[in-house]
DNA sequence: CATATATATTGACAACTATCAATATATTAT
DNA sequence: ATAATATATTGATAGTTGTCAATATATATG
């Protein structure tokens, strides 16, 4: 695995480290929902809101359709199992860590 | 699901959310390792491998056994899969999700 | 005891981010 | 047109953290 895609991984987890993302997941997994009724939710202000809508948009997790002035999310799911299928390669032993890959030189 | 479960999980993603810890999860999965042998594959310095280990023992994710001047590090398999588990229960339509025990007020 | 190696800790710094109030934009209803 | 509602954006701020050099501790070896 190359060095990139640690780090790529490693940006979806920062953004689902956030405890009220989380509970947005957990939410829209349910069923599709717009920005207002999510927020009824939480205890959190709107622009707050806002903004984790949009990074859980732009990193792919998240996806939204607009009808009338209600903005309405949901999950893609075929992201969230990609992103569980590289977290098993990663705490797994499988042929492509780069411990395989990269030759070393320990004094052991 | 308690707003506190939420964090305890936030936390472990976030502890997953770095590059480098990653690479090192990635590593011991495949074979218990001490860490000078880890840091021959990594390209940062020593005190901050040291950190990181700290960050993956304190959280749970990783264990360690000393041996003479060696402290080798694996991966606590069933603490990764309570994790999924509870990722799974998250991004699915679960009767646990407190969007069915919160009532909330509407206007929709 | 002295030296070398393995690991941990401390302190400092730069970068990032969750949050809010205020404001802006868009749409609907009266 | 005006008011109300839904959502997004813009600063500003406080808190967190990954990194390193320097230092400390622990163990083995000669």
Known sequence: MKDSEYKDIGKLFKVLSD?????II?????????????LEFLS???STLSHHMKVLK??????S?????WVYYSIVTEFIND??????NITSDTSDCFCYTI????KK
């Open 19 to 23: 405890p009220v993302r989380l509970q």
């Open 58 to 63: 732009e990193c792919g997790i998240v996806t």
């Open 26 to 38: 957990d939410l829209i997994s349910c069923k599709e929902m717009c920005a207002c009724e999510i």
């Open 65 to 69: 359709r607009k009808d009338a002035t």
């Open 83 to 88: 992103l569980k299928e590289k977290f098993n």
């Open 103 to 106: 030759k070393i030189e320990c």
């Open 44 to 46: 959190i202000s709107q």
